[in-house]
């Protein structure tokens, strides 16, 4: 598997990477791959189907100067900034097996990574509701996925020390929930694992036998894709 650890200038272009090494790769023209990246600039990324008049709290947003988006997954809205690592996964899709589905991929990909973080963190991770892991009931990474015929794309975040207060102020309640969330605010249902990004790389690397770098970047589909649908209203507040 080939590893990237990158993390260019702007919310619109990490995104646009993530999607630009997606389609290189159901087009053909890449391996599986594992990246990494971290957000220096606050922003709000919503899931595909969501609509950012009920996820996000707009005046806070705007008032801030948090730039809101859309990602091309499903899953639910997040903040993104400091204190918060990405992680992005394209896996090859076999013709059988735990790669085959949605639920399927969403137990098989985090039970590894509960699995491998065991060894770093105080106390036992666990698969909590669709897509998250969580700490004593706390959730500390969400995830989502999108599907090709050949390739997926699986990416999610780890809170490390994130100011969870923001969030609060950033996001509105959900307007889907898992059932272990409870109705808690974002406060009590979020937790940092306050443990360094290189440990949690180091441990995701080791899962997923990414060893080879990545040297080829796709960099006139990520300047396009970034462009024409990561900073185009028409794609972020679309529905």
Not at 28 to 53: D, H, I, M, T
Request: glycine share 8%; aromatic share 8%.
């Amino acid at each position: 598997m080939k590893l990237m650890d990158l993390t260019l200038p702007t919310p619109e272009e990490n995104l646009a990477l993530d999607e630009a090494l997606f389609e290189m790769c159901e087009n053909g023209g890449g391996e599986e791959f594992l990246r990494f990246w971290e957000s220096n600039q606050y922003f709000v990324v919503l899931g595909y189907s969501q609509k950012a008049e009920l996820e996000v709290n707009l005046d806070f947003c705007r008032k801030k100067s948090i730039p809101i988006l859309k990602r091309s997954s499903g899953g639910g809205a997040v903040l993104e900034g400091p204190g918060c690592l990405n992680y992005s996964l394209i896996l090859k899709i076999p013709e059988s097996g735990p790669l085959t589905s949605i639920s399927k991929t969403n137990g098989h990909v985090l039970s590894r990574h509960k699995d491998t973080l065991a060894l770093i963190l105080k106390g036992r991770a666990e698969f909590a509701g669709l897509s998250d892991l969580a700490l004593g009931g706390r959730k500390f990474s969400g995830n989502a996925q999108r599907r090709k015929r050949n390739y997926l794309l699986f990416h999610g975040t780890f809170l490390l020390n994130f100011d969870l207060n923001l969030i609060e102020n950033a996001l509105n309640m959900p307007s889907k929930q898992p059932e272990y969330r409870k109705n808690r605010s974002h406060t009590e249902f979020l937790t940092n694992l306050n443990v360094p990004a290189e440990a949690v790389k180091s441990r995701l690397k080791s899962c997923w036998n990414a060893e080879e770098p990545c040297l080829e970047i796709p960099s006139e589909n990520i300047r396009k894709l970034a462009e024409d649908k990561y900073r185009s209203d028409n794609w972020n507040f679309r529905l």
